[in-house]
């Protein structure tokens, strides 16, 4: 397991933007997938976005699909997170997570979130007017 060290969210009115990071501190995350899930409270776990830190190619959820963006550091071993435009339906926990098969269409396609090794704390995004 990596550990992951999340920073961001808050609170924002609709069409707002907010900026998610997520550190792995202690590990290279190279050839890993890397990425976010979120979820609402009683609800299930989503991959919102994901990046292959490898080759750079960025993966995302339909609904988010325009406005959201993901990128890597590979110097910081950070992954972030810019979301604009929120509306009220994206207003979640956001959870960063690292899969060592560094697949990720098997990470965004996943309805075994729990099996991805690694999980960040998770960050509150809250879309209020």
């Known amino acids: 397991q990596v550990q992951l060290v999340e920073s961001g969210g808050g609170l924002v009115q609709p069409g707002g933007s907010l900026r998610l990071s997520c550190e792995a501190p202690?590990?290279?995350?190279?050839?890993?997938?890397v990425g976010w899930f979120r979820q609402v409270q009683g609800g299930e776990r989503e991959a919102v976005s994901c990046?292959?830190?490898?080759?750079?190619?960025?993966y995302y959820k339909d609904a988010v699909k325009g406005r959201f963006t993901i990128s890597g550091d590979k110097n910081k071993n950070s992954i972030y997170l810019q979301m604009n435009n929120l509306k009220l339906e994206d207003a979640s926990i956001y959870y960063c997570?690292?899969?060592?098969?560094?697949?990720?269409?098997?990470?965004?396609?996943?309805?075994?979130?729990?099996?991805?090794?690694?999980w960040g704390q998770g960050a509150q995004v809250t879309v209020s007017s």
């Open positions: 997570a690292a899969d060592q098969d560094g697949d990720c269409l098997k990470f965004m396609r996943t309805t075994r979130w729990w099996e991805i090794g690694s």
């Open positions: 202690e590990f290279m995350l190279d050839d890993y997938a």
């Open positions: 990046i292959n830190m490898h080759n750079g190619r960025t």
